[in-house]
């Protein structure tokens, strides 16, 4: 299991790689790029984690009930 530290040097990592590839491209919308990036997969496992209760999910997650559903369907889960 990914401790923050880990996940901190991941996102490091891909962000400092996203700037290298940018090649003189100027950035916008980081912040929304990398929080689409992350939520999906976020959302999944921790609905499977909660075997597919939206409430036990939302609990895990610190959300109200009805964020996550938004959430979700934002990202076409069901």
């Known amino acids: 299991m990914m ?3 880990e996940i901190a040097v991941c996102v490091r990592k891909a962000m400092n790689q996203y ?16 929080v689409g990036c992350v939520e999906k997969p976020l959302l999944e496992v921790v609905l499977d984690q909660a075997q597919g209760n939206q409430t036990r999910a939302a609990e895990i997650l610190g959300l109200n009930r009805n964020t996550l559903r938004k959430k979700m369907k934002t990202h076409g889960l069901k």
């Open 3 to 5: 401790n923050e530290n």
């Open 19 to 34: 700037f290298k590839n940018l090649d003189g491209e100027k950035p916008c919308a980081i912040y929304e790029m990398v």
